[in-house]
């Protein structure tokens, strides 16, 4: 009896989390987020041709919304962005919605970002970067 109010409440608590998650979840159904995030559920090679295609320095970012520190990146992304549009091209990819991302690169933490140049990865950051930082970092391979 008392293993199957054990198991009574670990179904139940499993089903709440299931639905919690469901209702503050992604809708990750469209090819591009709605919210202008970035593509969703992109594959390795699609993520390939997009970090080859550009002459620009090509800046990819990994986040989801449930991040704190993606948060505060968000802003200090956004900002960057706006000053190296000539230069720079930023890609947005909420790991919720890119889960073949994520395994693919392993991404542990978040948020990252990585440099790539003319298809190369030329830099890689786990956590929080300053605008300073990353304004210097992007100067660096222009």
């Known amino acids: 009896m008392q293993l199957f109010k054990s198991l009574n409440i670990k179904l139940s608590i499993g089903f709440l989390i299931s639905l919690f998650s469901s209702l503050i979840g992604q809708n990750c159904d469209d090819t591009t987020d709605a ?3 970035g593509p969703v559920k992109a594959t390795v090679a699609q993520f390939t041709k997009w970090t080859n295609r550009s002459d620009k320095l090509v800046l990819v970012y990994f986040s989801a919304d449930w991040c704190i520190v993606c948060k505060k990146q968000k802003p200090i992304l956004n900002e960057v962005k706006e000053e190296k549009k000539n230069s720079c091209e930023v890609i947005s990819f909420d790991m919720e919605c890119n889960p073949l991302i994520a395994e693919h690169f392993e991404v542990d933490a978040l948020p990252v970002i990585l440099i790539y140049k003319k298809g190369k990865l030329t830099f890689s ?18």
């Open 35 to 37: 919210a202008n995030r």
């Open 125 to 142: 950051q786990k956590g929080l970067i300053t605008k300073t930082n990353l304004v210097a970092t992007l100067q660096l391979y222009e």
